[in-house]
């Protein structure tokens, strides 16, 4: 059971001990008691009693109502008073203090009991209201909030010193006249709040609220909202508007620099030259400027209902949401950039470089991506360009370094043994036996053939390289050509024991230029006799493959190594190697025939294996009739 915690004071100590008494056998706790208003304060401090009965009359410096006042003021505990004093004077003196009870002696304890219960429960009100106050001044002070009361009838301004303290001024500076609080708004605001007020007077409304400006005491310039609410007349009180004024200046500054920035962003938005667009964490376009929309071809309304995967190329999808999936993820990546390719609405492609910005709120929740696009297809075009330059003019001086390699080398080495051999019978033909003879004159045949091949060669080489090598298309019997190059080549082929035939077919017709052709054959079958060793077999055939003829030349000879495969057709590669009975080549032979069959609509490509032998195979277009 908790009991009412009771300090007696009181001069003399037998009355003292027979309150003690009483107010134990009522139920009460008496912590103490004291005779002199200092001793009372000392236990105050110390035991924090929950009510004081006071004796008026007290040893000391102090009496009753002295110390009651002071304990009150800074304890703020209920006190009675209990005395043998009934005048008047008395009475007022004490009513100052405010005190909870005043009893007379002697007293009656359950009139004590009500008078302490009364004093307990309007102390604790007392105290929540005292509460309430300092949490209430606390948060005005904080909220840079003043109080005021205006009396729109006798033109009363009652500010509290919040109020004041927000304009600069101290709590004894300002009187209640209107006029000087109306000096206090800006010049340019005065006239809107005379007649925004006015007209609130006139309205129903009970509530009024106004943003303006202020002159502060320092002569600065700040902003404040007013808020208030109205007050019917009452019999003994005018018309009133009580209300509160906040100073708003830092949040206003904020909102015109927001604004000004804002406005700022807005233009480099809409007039820079660049694309920029805006949209959503999950992509969606929520803004975009003209640059943009000029870039890819559609209208603003169009580009809003859409989402950025709509215009990205499907080739640059995957890393585009990547890039964004990443930043994302990410508490520290706001901003990246990637090379990406738009679809514009007539087809075309559009290159980019997107920088994209990834914009957070105060949680680092994301809000939205910026990006600015900048059109970089024409360079794009001219990289593309320079690819193709660059690939060309290796390609020339591939063919000028091949050309001078022919014509230094093997050019050169026919000549040198056509004269060794010329010059050997010119001195010897007299001592030479007709077999010497035959074998020197068959030594001439072979190195004259090989000029004469290579003499081809560069002259439909160069012939291709200068672009005056026209195609004439005619209508060819593939079957009967074969047969015309197997036959040229049928000596070549008994020197060295190999088998050289044709598979029978139907007589296929060919649609293509016959002397391109020929060529083609004569390459491709002579290579075929010279990889081949002695003993060996090369195969040719003809093949129907729908609006082609596939010819096809098989050998069983040395074969050709992945690698080298890759170097036949090239003309920087520099591929070249000798035959089985160390015949020579010029490394011309299947680049001719590669320009040659691509120009009569075909393809070359071989199937070989190191040891095992090559098929090389081509295709032209059938004649209209054979199809």
Known sequence: MIYTKILIVEDEQIVAKNIEKRLTAGGYEVVASA??????????????????????????????????????????????????????????????????????????????????????????????????????????????????????????????????????????????????????????????????????????????????????????????????????????????????????????????????????????????????????????????????????????????????????????FEKSTELLRDMLKSEFSESGFLEKRYLHKNGEVIWAITTISLIRDFEKKPLYFIAQIRDITKRKRYEEQLLVYAEELKTLNAAKDKFFSIISHDLRNPFNSLLGVTEFITQSYDEMNPAEIKESVSNIYRSSQQVYNLILNLLEWSRLQTGRSEVEKTELNISKMIDDVISLYSQNAIAKKIKLSRVPDEGLIAYADKYMIETVLRNLISNAIKFTPKGGRVTAECIKKENFIEVIITDNGIGISGENQNKLFKIDEQFKTDGTADEKGTGLGLILCKEFVEKNSGKITLESMEGKGTKMLFTIPLASRST
């Open 35 to 316: 005779s002199t208003g200092e001793e009372a304060i000392e236990k105050v401090q110390h035991l924090l009693p929950d009510i004081i009965l006071m004796d008026i009359k007290l040893k000391g410096k102090m009496d009753g109502i002295e110390t009651a006042d002071f304990i009150r003021k800074h304890y703020q505990l209920p006190v009675i008073f209990l005395t043998s004093y009934t005048d008047e004077e008395t009475f007022q003196r004490a009513k100052i203090t405010e005190p909870f009870g005043f009893l007379i002696k002697p007293f009656d304890i359950k009139e004590l009991n009500r008078s302490v219960e009364i004093a307990i429960y309007k102390n604790k009100i007392y105290k929540e209201l005292l509460d309430t106050k300092l949490r209430f001044e606390i948060a005005i002070k904080a909220g840079k909030t003043g109080v005021w009361e205006f009396w729109p009838t006798k033109k009363k301004y009652y500010g509290d010193k919040n109020l004041k303290s927000l304009y600069g001024y101290e709590e004894k500076e300002l009187s209640d006249d209107l006029e000087v609080w109306s000096t206090l708004v800006y010049k340019d605001d005065q006239e809107i709040m005379s007649r925004t007020f006015n007209n609130f007077l006139k309205s129903s409304k009970q509530e009024f609220k106004l943003e303006h400006r202020i002159y502060k005491k320092d002569g600065s310039i700040g902003w404040v909202v007013d808020h208030g609410l109205l007050f019917e007349a009452e019999s003994n009180k005018p018309l009133r508007l009580i209300g509160t004024t906040t100073d708003i200046t830092e949040r206003k500054e904020a909102e015109i620099e927001l604004q000004k920035s804002e406005e700022k962003f807005r233009n480099v938005f809409e007039s820079s030259g660049m694309g920029m667009i805006i949209t959503s964490p999950d992509g969606q376009y929520t803004k975009v400027n003209q640059a943009f929309c000029e870039m890819i071809g559609y209208k603003e309304k169009e580009i809003l209902k859409s989402n950025f995967r709509d215009f990205t190329h499907p080739g640059d």
